[in-house]
């Protein structure tokens, strides 16, 4: 069985924002990079939740006077996330990823002090689970 760490996509490479981000700076790195969700990190480094194009739309239905002009001025720790995407530790299972990947499209992935290391994309885990059905010549319906 795989290590989560051959799943792994390094931070280096993942879009993600500090949690004092702006709204404005999370809807233009939404849109640019064509992404529904975003990770944030803390001053420290530490996973501190998942933005999502939902929470962003509902701060913005929900706050009189917020127009896109002014989105600079709300800091993305002022935005409820509704929907809460667990991380796994480096060192977690591949049935950790899996259970987690059915709710989320990333699973982000922290180290034993709770620093923001990487995404496993949900993409990455159906393809190693369709290339073990494949291998041992199973079929899905």
């Not at 913005?60 to 127009?67: E, G, H, Q």
């Not at 001025?73 to 935005?79: C, Q």
């Not at 950790?96 to 990333?106: E, V, Y």
């Amino acid at each position: 069985m795989k290590n989560i760490a051959f799943f792994l996509i390094p931070k280096k490479d993942v879009i993600f924002l500090k949690k004092n981000a702006t709204m404005r700076q999370a809807l233009e790195r939404m849109e640019y990079h064509g992404y529904a969700a975003i990770p944030l990190v803390d001053s420290k480094g530490h996973y501190a939740g998942t933005v999502t194009e939902g929470d962003l739309l509902w701060k913005l239905k929900n706050t009189p006077d917020l127009t896109f002009s002014n989105t600079e001025k709300i800091h993305l720790d002022e935005i409820e996330q509704r929907t809460q995407n667990a991380a796994v530790s480096i060192n977690a299972q591949i049935n950790d990823l899996i259970s987690r990947a059915i709710q989320q499209n990333f699973v982000p992935v922290i180290d034993d002090q709770g620093i923001f290391i990487g995404i496993v994309r949900r993409r990455e885990i159906i393809e190693y689970c369709a290339k073990l059905l494949n291998e041992n010549n199973l079929r899905i319906i």
